[in-house]
């Protein structure tokens, strides 16, 4: 699963990002980004439990095997990666709030379609209802140390974002190799794939503070968003593989 570019078109100045703004702006910017990120991860569980309940069996079976076959994967990807890109210069927009709530929306919508398969093979296929809240256990208590870090030392991790991008490209080649040739990529990817999303979380959360200004707390909150997902994701895939075994 690949993660969204993120990069950033608001020309802000280092004095105008919320790092360096008075405690109450401050505040106020980040109060409004982690309620928007709560209510997109509410959303999303919502919409998986309307989908759960109200898709036609047929119809999500029928989206479990394009997923699992190659041709049918790729094309799955290539579409989410398209609606993610449009979602997030919506997010990203300076024009208007709407825009941006339509960048979020469109994206949580994105994310319920590649969920749902995966907790239909849990819940159903492996009859392991759990693993999902299980899953967001780890991931929620994984997402606060990971902030509570950045927030605590005021860290800037500028300079990783290179790095992420080069291993965000070698990652995504080895998830369309498996499509493509069909190979299970195991453990250790996943294993991986949760080190490289906790790695985006600190990232993301040092350039919320670094590199935003107060106004961009919808965009802020999509990209923490897709890192909690992506987290959540792998985490999922992990309990998955080891309740098989």
């Known amino acids: 699963m690949s993660h969204i570019d993120q990069s950033n078109p608001y020309a802000i100045g280092r004095d105008d990002a919320v790092a360096y703004l008075p405690e109450n702006a401050r505040t106020t910017f980040l109060r409004r980004t982690y309620a928007h990120l709560t209510g997109a991860i509410l959303a ?5 439990f309307v989908l759960l309940n109200v898709v036609p069996e047929p119809a999500i079976r029928g989206l479990v095997t394009r997923m699992q076959t190659g041709f049918g994967s790729l094309v799955v990807l290539g579409l989410f990666m398209a609606v993610s ?3 997030q210069k919506w997010a990203m ?12 929306s469109i994206y949580i919508g994105a994310w319920g379609v590649m969920l749902l398969p995966m907790l239909y093979i849990c819940i159903n296929v ?15 208590m994984a997402f606060t140390g990971l902030t509570a870090f950045v927030f605590i030392t005021k860290v800037d991790l500028e300079g990783w974002g290179k790095y992420l991008m080069i291993g965000g490209f070698v990652l ?7 499509m493509i040739f069909g190979f299970s990529l195991g453990l250790w990817f996943s294993g991986a ?3 490289f999303a906790c790695a985006h979380i600190l990232y993301d959360t040092s350039k919320v503070l670094h590199r935003f200004g107060t106004e961009q707390y919808v965009a ?3 990209i923490l968003f897709a890192d909690v997902v992506l987290l ?4 999922l895939q992990i309990l998955m593989s080891l309740s098989r075994d």
Request: aromatic letters at 10%; proline letters at 4%; zero cysteines.
């Open 93 to 104: 927009s300076g024009t208007s709030k709407a825009t941006q709530y339509a960048g979020l």
């Open 220 to 222: 802020a909150a999509l």
């Open 85 to 87: 890109f449009v979602a």
């Open 172 to 178: 995504l080649a080895v998830i369309v190799a498996g």
């Open 193 to 195: 794939m949760v080190a």
């Open 44 to 48: 999303l569980i919502a919409l998986e």
């Open 126 to 140: 492996l009859g392991e209802p759990n693993l999902p809240a299980m899953a967001g256990l780890i991931t929620g």
């Open 232 to 235: 959540f994701w792998y985490v």
